[in-house]
């Protein structure tokens, strides 16, 4: 999304929002550098990353830039370009809604800001220590954002206790870069750790018949991607996608799963329990299947609010959505039991075959033939091979 100029958010807005510090270690400083990046309308973000983070976090982006003025407004508590009716945050499209993350992160580490804004042919290059910045300059620049933090934490002992050790913490960076990698398919994402390890995620071709699976192809091991199954469903105003492995690539805990709201990464138990629940009672097993499911649902149905990390979310209508998930899970899941008992090559027939080929409709192959599914009406019809076969005598 493209932004406005950043301003001041309303005393309004700020008692709304339950979240003063939003930085615990540096993965969350990278999420949120990546979320502003995503917010900036950017199509490639390259990272870089050493000694977990501690020593360099640097991230490049396309996006739409900043101006000198809006740069330093960046880095003062409670300023966005993301609200624009500020007293409905939960309303916001962006991922970023707080005002808060730039500013909590250049106190935490030695920052530098250059960015160049797509009207302009030179960027501007800002540094602070200590939180003080000295005057910005016109500098050379790409058109985009590139921001880098060293030696994070070096002011803040109780945030360097809290990092874990140095391959739990990149073991957690690792996991950021790849939720969003999944949740954006068309970012290519680009990724350095300490100068040895190259992880390159290029983006994803509009021609791509299912660009979340592939992309999910690209950053999991075969274990987890190779026979994914993927089921779709409209219901309502909410859209549920979900991949999910099939009874032969199963796991002992629950760390295969990921959930999408809108795109943005979440965590919310009642859905996980559901999954898990509905998974184990339809195929009788006490093992873990690989789980990305992608929701889509008006924003002002979601409460980010509530969690200061933004990543545990709540419904404003629980109840609905998730008796919505139920009906949608227990038909994907008897739909796939049908395949299986019928015909088992079917199931691998479902595999990445959906499309979504025009704002409106998702046109995708059923074990049948195909079907349209027109979002708007939430209505789908389907046709038959046998039907198809007929059309072209
Ligand atoms: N990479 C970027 N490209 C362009 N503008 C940016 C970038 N990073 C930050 N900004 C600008 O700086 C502002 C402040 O960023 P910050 O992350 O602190 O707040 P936010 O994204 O609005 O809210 P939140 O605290 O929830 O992330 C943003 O609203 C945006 O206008
Ligand atoms: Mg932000």
């Given amino acids: 999304m493209i932004l406005n100029k950043i301003s001041y958010m309303s005393q309004n807005a700020i008692n709304l929002m339950n979240a003063d510090s939003c930085i615990l270690d540096a993965s969350c400083v990278l999420k949120e550098l990546i979320e502003n990046s995503i917010d900036a309308g950017a199509s490639k973000i390259t990272i870089k990353i050493e000694k977990e983070g501690l020593q360099l976090i640097q991230i490049v982006d396309n996006g739409k830039g900043m101006s000198p003025q809006d740069m330093l407004l960046s880095i003062e508590k409670h300023t966005s370009s993301k609200n624009d009716e500020k007293d409905e945050l939960e309303k916001s499209e962006s991922l970023g809604f707080r005002g808060l993350a730039l500013q909590q992160i250049c106190n935490l580490g030695q920052t530098e800001i250059t960015s160049r804004q797509k009207n302009r042919s030179r960027g ?40 874990k050790s140095g391959r739990q913490e990149l073991t957690k960076i690792l996991k ?11 970012i290519g994402f680009k990724t350095s750790i300490d100068g040895k390890k190259d992880f390159i995620f290029e983006k994803e071709s509009k021609e791509t018949i299912n660009p979340l699976l592939s992309r999910i192809k690209k950053i999991h091991s075969k274990k987890i991607s190779e026979d994914l199954i993927y089921y779709n469903g409209v219901k309502g105003e909410t859209t549920f996608n979900l991949f999910y492995s099939n009874k032969k690539n199963l796991f002992k805990a629950e760390k295969n799963q990921s959930y999408y709201i809108n795109n943005r990464p979440f965590f919310n138990e009642k859905v996980q329990k559901i999954l898990n629940k509905i998974y184990s009672d339809t195929f009788s097993t006490s093992r873990y ?4 499911l992608f929701i889509s649902l008006p924003n002002s149905e979601i409460n980010y609010r509530l969690d200061p990390s933004k990543f545990n979310i709540h419904f404003h209508n629980e109840k609905e959505t998730l008796e919505k998930l139920t009906s949608f899970l227990d038909e994907a899941f008897h739909d796939n039991q049908k395949i299986n008992k019928n015909d088992e090559k079917k199931e691998i027939i479902l595999n990445g075959s ?22 708007e009406k939430n209505k789908k019809i389907e046709i038959s091979i046998e039907s198809l076969t007929k059309l072209f005598e």
């Fill in 124 to 163: 501007f290059y800002l540094r602070l220590t200590d939180g003080k910045y000295e005057p910005v300059k016109e500098c050379y620049s790409e058109i985009g954002t590139k921001i880098i933090i060293r030696n994070l934490f070096y002011n803040s002992p109780s945030h360097k206790k809290n990092s």
């Fill in 354 to 375: 959906f499309v979504n080929f025009h704002k409106n409709f998702i046109l995708e192959q059923t074990n049948s033939g195909i079907s349209i599914t027109n979002t």
């Fill in 289 to 292: 299947p690989a789980f990305f």
């Fill in 176 to 186: 950021i870069i790849n939720q969003y990698a999944i949740g954006y398919p068309f």
